[in-house]
């Protein structure tokens, strides 16, 4: 049992920990940006130490460590007794990085890099030993003398200093009454420690653990509970539980930290204390903490008077503290994370999961309601069934709000994953050792759960991409083409209609065109007589098995990178763009749908079945004029459309439905985007409807050529068609068309 | 047939009753009968045309709405070597659970639900011409004849190969 609650803790904390780096890696990125404001510098150091607090009660020992020496230098800054130079500002985002990789590596026994991290603690060390990084002179504004006898006591005793004040910190919203008036007074706290059934079995003793507390300010103690009369006594079993109450000037979490160690076998719970609002303020501030302390302790968190007091304190702080700042944005910062845990909620994604799909079943069902009430209409136009109709009309456009609704929940701001892209630029200008500058802009619009996840990948190709092939090799280059040192790469997002559009756009040299050209014959793409217009060729580096690098580096591998984001972008029913002016940088742009529970799709009917196409793919549906039809030689049809010729595939064969019955002279033109334009021959178009996807692999396995399934109106299973894999399938299977002849 | 929902509702009971006894859903095909751990049958329901799947094993008879899950429907005769089974409304399609996934198995009639003492269960002999028999796990045999227990994990594996 114990093994289970660690475990459930242990996933809470690294849970908690990707969302304080999320915010600590945000705030980093506002500093370096010059953003040098109060409540940014708490916000991350408050982020750093709660990953410590809870490092610490699982044992993380590396990340202890390093977050310990992380903590030291942001304190000196946070207490301005270093100016945040441009270097600092390059180790403190670096360390942010080492974070993630030294959580990566608790999480999941992912190796760290040990000389990787040596050097970073070294340097951290360093600029806590109150040297600032060589060459660049602080120049200090206001703040106190950055001397190192001033920083020395911090280091020394990291722990304990902040101990004292970090309570301030910590104190949401609130960004600084001073260190020393709180470092005087001392307060009441109650503790109740309620010891588990095997706290004697585990070698723990009550006796030394008060002892030990004496020296937290242990006042008063009270064991409550009764001894069982000698016959139900169980010597192994502690029947008592203890109410401490300490007198102390030492900030709760040093309690917390004194009781952590226990905290695995014994319930402890911090009772009503003097100053209420500092405990629900640390609480919320810290949540791994509270969370591993005790199970209990959230709960206070809920104590309702806790919002409204820090905005004041917040602003109160601000005044006295820090008169050289602005005061408005850091407060409105601080009130909105202060405001923010009360009014949301955690809920696992599974249970949204299973509202969509319900929903989902009920657009369904509701099609299939309408759909038979239209038929019974037909049949007998009587004034009941008038009614009728508009009551489900009513219910229908109440089922979409409701629909809407339920996406609402799941959608969340892109910016999850665009945070994570600053540390991927980062790590590759390392590597290719060119400078360079991710901008973010729209982290805020809101795209559903199910495509963020998907789209971390390639977005990460196409910064690679940018950073590899778009920037110029060398600085030198960038100055003498007469840029900045620094390559720009802007990373954005937005809602265009039902769609959210993510571009990246780099400054760097452009498609180099001839080059493309040049590989693209090499490998046979295109022939020598092919005449493409730029925009064309631009194009051609989406080509699967397409690299123009002329050195296959770590980086960009070969060729796999921007064939295999079109790929993953078309499989969510998005599309690429590409748009790019030599010498002046190039812009890609990918449109992806809102959702991936719900698109639109086209009804079409092949042989006695109904199937999906994806409205996205959809480009004109015609009449095919045997005039059109021109025959290759190797048995391929070609339509001739508008002067063009088009690969005429007829789905019949390919899906395997009968071919009997009339020729038919139907055809759906759809872009395929990997190979272009292709006309697909169809017995009936039914027409657009939205559906809802399900999955084939749930219950089956993925089937080549389909991409999922929905459920039609009349219960039916519809398949929804993966156009480029079926053509692939035809393509390389001739043998398949033929075993089915 | 009638008392099925009965017992179906309370697949503890069976599974409680003793660690000797299973309870086995029979069901026939040409007029063999097969049997599944009752602890894995889902639901028995009537036949419904199916969407079929380009390129689907030749014993698969595409798949089905399942209250909104999609669900493969396997030919049981067919996967024996038979021919594919006309079916029709009498036919009926047996819901198991193969691991985590749910797959639906199309058999001529459910027949009965027997209750047989583990030490009962005779061993499928090996080494004959009988064909692939390992996709049985035992034989038993009752008043009316014999019962071959499917084995459905290897009868219809369901390891996802990524391609």
Avoid at chain 1, 72 to 93: F, G, H, K, W
Avoid at chain 1, 285 to 313: F, I, L, R, W, Y
């Amino acid at each position: 049992m114990d093994d289970d609650d660690d475990f459930d803790f242990q996933a809470l904390f690294f849970e908690e920990c990707h969302e304080l780096l999320g915010t600590l890696q945000e705030h980093l990125n506002q500093l370096a940006d010059g953003t040098n404001d109060e409540e940014t510098v708490h916000a991350a150091f408050r982020a750093v130490h709660s990953v410590k607090g809870g490092a610490a009660a699982f044992g993380f020992d590396q990340l202890i460590s390093f977050a310990h020496i992380f903590e030291t230098v942001m304190d000196l800054i946070r207490s301005d007794q270093m100016v945040p130079t441009a270097e600092i500002n390059q180790i403190l985002l670096r360390s942010g990085d080492m974070m993630e990789v030294l959580i990566e590596g608790a999480e999941n026994g992912t190796p760290v890099d040990e000389e990787k991290l040596d050097n970073l603690q070294a340097e951290l060390e360093h600029l806590a030993s109150g040297e600032a990084p060589a060459a660049s002179a602080p120049a200090a504004p206001v703040s106190a003398s950055p001397s190192p006898a001033g920083a020395e006591p911090a280091v020394a005793d990291g722990f304990e200093l902040f101990g004292g004040d970090d309570e301030q910190g910590d104190d949401a919203g609130e960004p600084a009454a001073e260190p020393e008036t709180e470092g005087e007074t001392t307060r009441e706290v109650t503790v109740r420690f309620t010891p588990d059934a095997d706290f004697f079995a585990s070698g723990h003793d009550p006796l030394r653990l008060l002892r030990s507390a004496k020296s937290h300010d242990l006042t008063s103690l009270e064991a409550i509970g009764q001894v069982p009369d000698l016959e139900a006594f169980d010597p192994s079993v502690c029947a008592l539980s203890f109410e401490m109450v300490f007198q102390t000037a030492k900030s709760v979490s040093e309690l917390e930290e004194f009781f952590e160690i226990y905290a695995h076998i014994a319930d402890i719970e911090f009772l009503a204390d003097a100053e209420e609002e500092d405990v629900s303020g640390e609480e919320e501030a810290e949540p791994p903490q509270s969370a591993s302390v005790s199970p209990e302790t959230p709960a206070e968190t809920a104590s309702p008077d806790a919002k409204p007091a820090p905005e004041a304190t917040a602003n109160d702080g601000q005044a006295q503290a820090k008169p050289m700042e602005a005061g408005k944005p850091a407060a409105s910062g601080g009130a909105k994370q202060r405001g923010g845990p009360s009014k949301s909620l955690r809920v696992e994604l599974p249970r949204i999961d299973r509202l969509v799909n319900l929903v989902g079943e009920m657009l369904i069902t509701q099609a299939g309601i309408a759909q038979k009430l239209m038929e019974i209409q037909a049949a007998d136009s009587s004034e009941d069934g008038m009614e009728m109709g508009h009551n489900v009309e009513a219910m229908s456009r109440q089922l979409r709000e409701l629909q809407e609704s339920v996406m609402a929940i799941r959608a969340q701001p892109v910016k999850s994953v665009f945070s994570r892209m600053p540390r991927v630029v980062r790590d590759l200008a390392d590597k290719l050792g060119k400078e360079a500058k991710l901008e973010l802009s729209g982290e805020h619009t809101e795209v559903d759960a199910t495509v963020i996840e998907e789209l971390a990948e390639p977005l990460t190709h196409m910064l690679r991409n940018s950073m590899d092939h778009g920037l110029e090799a060398t600085t030198e280059d960038r100055i003498a083409a007469g840029k900045s040192r620094v390559g720009l790469i802007k990373l954005s997002a937005e809602h265009r209609g039902e769609r959210v559009i993510i571009t990246v756009e780099d400054d760097g040299r452009g498609v180099n065109r001839e080059r493309v050209l040049a590989k693209a014959r090499e490998n046979n793409l295109i022939s020598a007589e092919d005449n493409l217009s730029p925009e064309e060729i631009d194009m051609l580096i989406f080509h699967p098995g397409f690299s123009t690098a002329a050195e296959v580096s770590s980086v960009s591998g070969r060729g796999v990178g921007m064939d295999v984001v079109k790929k993953k972008i078309v499989s969510l029913g998005g599309r690429c763009a590409l748009e790019s002016t030599p010498g002046k940088g190039t812009r890609f742009e990918i449109t992806l749908p809102l959702t991936l529970a719900v698109m639109d799709g086209m009804t079409i009917v092949v042989g006695d079945q109904k199937f999906i196409l994806p409205l996205s793919s959809v480009v004109e549906a015609l009449h095919i004029d045997s005039d059109a039809l021109k025959h290759l030689p190797n048995g391929e049809t070609l339509l001739e459309r508008r002067g063009e010729f088009l690969r005429l595939i007829d789905l019949r064969t390919v899906l395997c439905q009968p071919t009997a019955g009339e020729a038919v002279d139907m055809a759906i033109v759809v872009d395929t985007e990997t190979s272009g334009l292709v006309a697909l021959v169809v017995d009936e178009l039914i027409g657009q409807r939205q559906i809802v996807l399900k999955s084939l692999e749930a219950n089956f396995r993925r089937v080549e050529g389909i991409s999922g399934a929905t459920i039609l109106g009349d219960g039916q299973v519809a398949l929804i068609l993966d156009v480029p894999s079926l053509l692939s399938m035809n393509g390389s299977g001739g043998t398949y068309s033929e075993m089915m002849h | 047939m009638t008392d099925f929902p009965d017992v179906l509702e309370n697949p503890d009971r069976a599974a409680t009753s003793s660690g000797t006894i299973k309870q086995y859903v029979t069901f026939l095909v040409d007029d063999r009968s097969y049997g599944v751990d009752i602890n894995l049958v889902r639901e028995i329901k009537q036949w419904s045309p199916t969407t079929t799947l380009p390129n689907q094993p030749h014993f698969t008879r595409g798949v089905l709405n399942l209250r909104g899950t999609i669900v493969p429907v396997h030919d049981l005769r067919a996967r024996f070597g038979g021919a594919l089974t006309e079916a029709t409304e009498v036919h009926v399609v047996v819901i198991v659970w193969i691991g985590s996934k749910t797959v639906g198995i199309l058999v001529d009639a459910v027949s009965d639900i027997i209750s047989v003492p583990t030490d009962d269960i005779r061993p499928v002999p090996s080494g004959q011409s009988l064909g692939d028999m390992s996709s049985l796990s035992g034989l038993v045999n009752t008043e009316n004849g014999m019962v071959a227990l499917l084995d459905l994990n290897t009868l219809f594996p369901v390891t996802d190969d990524e391609l």
